[in-house]
């Protein structure tokens, strides 16, 4: 943790080259998904013992604020005025709108979500996905069967003895080994890597602020541990990037080497709390994790509500 020294833009595009070639893929549209194998979610099927389950989203937020300018719009269609007859059948009915790429509600992001030197993960014209019909590749339709395998968490603010990282801070590599050391887990191939920085609980306890301009998150290098264990899917309790940005001219970096580099879905602004008290309760930080994103075909990314079963 803390603030290593800033990437200049050639030294980033020399890391994004080296993680490129480390993608398990190799650009084949499925990205990292292709790790998940059926042995290796059977395995992660016997990861379940005790049969707790725990959400890792957070509740849908309708309130504007510091960080959700434009928030989900949730609203009681039905019966008119909300106001229910005394007699007969009715149906109570609602709507919901959102934004899926907002700084305060759980999502994840699809691989055409990142859009990088015009082009997207693998190479794709940008122009082939984000046509007026909105088909193509590299939609969240590519996880419409779900995403299921070995979730593995992190919890960076307990390896520091602190309840969360402060806005800025920075989770490196040598941070997740320590991490791995300390918690008795090892992250390996397939596994869905989820990081702890503590963004929720800070929010929860202090108030939303604007996480644009301010947040913890992983920095940049970071992302040579998860190609060396060759992991499926990345996600966090903040935004995965570090804001500001650690890299001179790029403001999103851990998204463009994650999502356009080595072809990983991520899992934004996700809630770790009662996970995280689940697995220092029953000792070990390893789970069964199951993601269904919604099946939005055209679509950069989905709300989300993965499960842990431990």
């Known amino acids: 943790?803390?603030?290593?020294?800033?990437?200049?833009?050639?030294?980033?595009?020399?890391?994004?080259?080296?993680?490129?070639?480390?993608?398990?893929?190799?650009?084949?549209?499925?990205?990292?998904?292709?790790?998940?194998?059926?042995?290796?979610?059977?395995?992660?099927?016997?990861?379940?013992?005790?049969?707790?389950?725990?959400?890792?989203?957070?509740?849908?937020?309708?309130?504007k604020g510091p960080?959700?300018?434009?928030?989900?719009?949730?609203?009681?269609?039905?019966?008119?005025?909300?106001?229910?007859?005394?007699?007969?059948?009715?149906?109570?009915?609602?709507?919901?709108?959102?934004?899926?790429?907002?700084?305060?509600?759980?999502h994840i992001d699809a691989l055409c979500h990142v859009v990088y030197d015009g082009t997207l993960h693998g190479g794709v014209p940008a122009a082939d996905v984000l046509s007026p019909d909105g088909s193509g590749a590299l939609t969240i339709d590519l996880a419409r069967d779900g995403i299921v395998g070995r979730g593995v968490l992190l919890d960076i603010p307990r390896l520091h003895g602190t309840e969360w990282l402060e806005p800025g801070s920075h989770v490196t590599a040598e941070d997740l080994a320590a991490a791995e050391a300390r918690q008795g887990v090892r992250v390996g191939a397939g596994d869905v890597l989820l990081v702890r920085v503590g963004h929720r609980r800070r929010r929860e306890e202090l108030g939303a602020w604007d996480a644009t301009a301010a947040r913890a998150g992983l920095h940049p290098t970071a992302l040579r541990h998860a190609a060396d264990r060759r992991i499926a899917v990345l996600g966090s309790d903040g935004n995965n990037d570090t804001a500001p940005s650690a890299v001179r001219g790029v403001a999103y970096p851990v998204h463009v080497l994650a999502i356009h580099a080595m072809g990983l879905h991520l899992l934004d602004y996700l809630r770790f709390e009662e996970l995280a008290r689940l697995c220092a309760d029953e000792g070990r930080w390893s789970f069964l994790c199951v993601i269904a994103p919604l099946r939005l075909p055209a679509a950069t990314g989905s709300p989300v509500n993965p499960l842990a079963i431990l």
Do not use: C
Request: proline content about 9%.
């Open 1 to 63: 943790m803390g603030a290593p020294d800033q990437m200049s833009e050639a030294a980033f595009r020399s890391l994004y080259r080296e993680l490129r070639d480390k993608e398990p893929g190799g650009g084949a549209p499925r990205g990292a998904l292709v790790t998940l194998t059926p042995e290796r979610i059977l395995a992660a099927v016997r990861e379940v013992r005790s049969g707790r389950t725990v959400s890792l989203a957070a509740p849908l937020d309708t309130r």
């Open 67 to 106: 960080d959700n300018a434009e928030p989900a719009a949730h609203r009681l269609i039905a019966p008119a005025g909300g106001v229910p007859n005394p007699h007969g059948l009715q149906f109570a009915r609602d709507r919901i709108a959102l934004n899926i790429h907002g700084d305060a509600d759980s």
